[in-house]
């Protein structure tokens, strides 16, 4: 038996090397994902959008480490803060990774003395969440922030991110979608007139947040049963979350024997007019609700709150639509440098951040569903050739392109066929084929292939650049 075992271990030992490799498991983490050239395209196409807009409206652009010292984003989140991810003591700091892009942002204001800025920002975050991936949640995801600081003239800075929200959504055509549009002081005005303790403020904030997930006798319970909340002041939040209007609606509440009482109230109504007198000079108040039932559960927000809601798609091409909640959110955060800043000095802060995950699952969905073709290069030219031995002549000519700035591209193959060349551009979608060949070394010139009509022209040498950029400029 001993020998048979010997032989056995040997055996097994010899085995040994393919082990590992079983044990391997080729995933992403949970709640990340790779993405293709294909949907890399889509995205590229979307940041550019959301970039033009920024840059229409005057930001600057900022770039922040993506781990943070723990203690500054301590404390920032609310009852979010369970999701911040901590990275284990390396070298004698404690770090986070970033959660969002607010909070180092006024970080970096308070640490340069900024007092004035308008800046976008678009990076990568990290929240230890429970991911629906379909639904465009992730634990890590780009955030595309925009943001204003500075002491303005109320409301006018509110107002332009709003407008970017709208301009930004219209662009992309997601579809319909509805801003609703809130202010923390009135919210904390209804607490206060419907007795609520002001301990309980923002633990009551983070309940009525979820009234876009739940249905109101549920966080009615959640309010009363869990956080201990009188069944009283439960109803009488019940009659104002409930509402939701524009002018009318603001007017209606200035009037409210409670609220009309209650100070801070007031100031949010007020201001809230001024908003919708100036986003109706946008003219985008067809797209804007003003909702009490919005709360943002984050603790930093001191004033306007708002939130982007993409509606539900009805499309031919999909059996059931898809609902993906938020596209963008944001509102002002008058507090926050301060809390940074050794001696408490404040910088008033009003930005948005659009969702840019949720935005790419709908246009994923919806090039899936209508099978259009994406080209996921921009080359505008193959440099080919008809006969063999002009590999040199190819390569050279190739250099000219790309040294003038012509996106090209040519087949690394001494020989290839006319025809693997323009199969090859049919399915990467490159629109044109510069052919050399003998004849056309001799006379100096290009023959220029047009991939869709088949149509060719000889163009001279010299001219080849210009003709090509003529070809591709887009309209």
């Not at 923002?202 to 876009?212: A, F, M, P, Q």
């Not at 087949?411 to 060349?421: E, V």
Request: proline residues 3%.
């Amino acid at each position: 038996i001993a020998k048979e075992v010997a032989k056995l271990l040997e055996m097994k030992a010899q085995l040994g090397g393919d082990e590992g490799k079983h044990k391997f498991v080729l995933k992403t983490p949970k709640g990340t994902r790779d993405y293709s050239p294909k949907q890399m395209a889509i995205r590229e196409r979307v940041f550019n959008a959301i970039i033009t807009c920024f840059k229409r409206h005057g930001a600057e652009v900022i770039d922040t480490p993506v781990f943070e010292l723990k203690e500054t984003l301590t404390g920032k989140y609310g009852e979010d803060s369970k999701l911040i991810y901590d990275l284990k003591d390396q070298g004698g700091e404690l770090l986070s990774l970033r959660y969002d892009l607010t909070v180092p942002f006024a970080r970096y204001l308070a640490m340069n003395k900024i007092t004035n800025i308008k800046r976008y920002h678009i990076a990568k975050v990290y929240r230890r969440d429970n991911p629906a991936m379909t639904r465009g949640r992730y634990r890590e995801f780009y955030q595309c922030d925009f943001d204003i600081a500075g002491q303005f003239d109320p409301m006018i800075p509110d107002a332009e991110c709003l407008k970017i929200v709208h301009e930004i959504l219209s662009d992309l055509q997601l579809g319909d979608f509805l801003i609703k549009v809130n202010d923390r002081r009135i919210l904390d005005g209804m607490f206060a007139v419907c007795s609520v303790p002001d301990s309980k403020f923002r633990t009551i904030c983070s309940s009525v947040d979820k009234l876009d997930k739940m249905p109101w006798e549920e966080v009615r319970s959640e309010m009363v049963g869990e956080k201990g909340l009188s069944p009283e002041a439960a109803d009488c939040i019940a009659e104002y979350v409930q509402l939701h209007g524009g002018l009318d609606l603001i007017e209606r509440l200035l009037q409210d024997p409670k609220l009309s009482q209650n100070k801070l109230a007031k100031e949010g109504l007020g201001d809230m007019k001024l908003l919708f007198e100036y986003l109706t000079l946008f003219g985008i108040t067809g797209k804007i609700s003003f909702d009490l039932s919005l709360a943002r559960g984050l603790d930093y927000y001191t004033g306007v709150i708002f939130e982007a809601v993409l509606l539900q798609q009805e499309n031919d091409h999909v059996e059931e639509s898809v609902s993906v909640g938020s596209g963008a959110g944001g509102g002002r955060y008058d507090g926050l440098v301060g809390m940074f800043d050794p001696k408490g000095r404040k910088v008033p802060c009003v930005g948005v951040s659009i969702g840019i995950e949720r935005i790419f699952s709908i246009l994923e969905q919806r090039v899936e569903a209508s099978e259009e073709k994406i080209r996921t290069t921009e080359t505008q030219v193959l440099v080919a050739s008809a006969q063999k031995k002009l590999l040199e002549e190819r390569l050279k000519l190739i250099s000219e392109l790309w040294d003038a700035g012509i996106k090209a591209e040519v087949l690394y193959k001494k020989n290839p066929k006319l025809l693997n060349q323009l199969q090859y551009c049919e399915e990467t979608g490159i629109p044109l084929v510069a052919i050399v060949g003998e004849q056309e070394l001799k006379d100096g010139v290009v023959k220029l292939r047009v991939v869709a009509t088949r149509e060719e022209v000889n163009v001279r040498r010299e001219n080849l650049v210009e003709e090509i950029r003529m070809r591709t400029s887009q309209p």
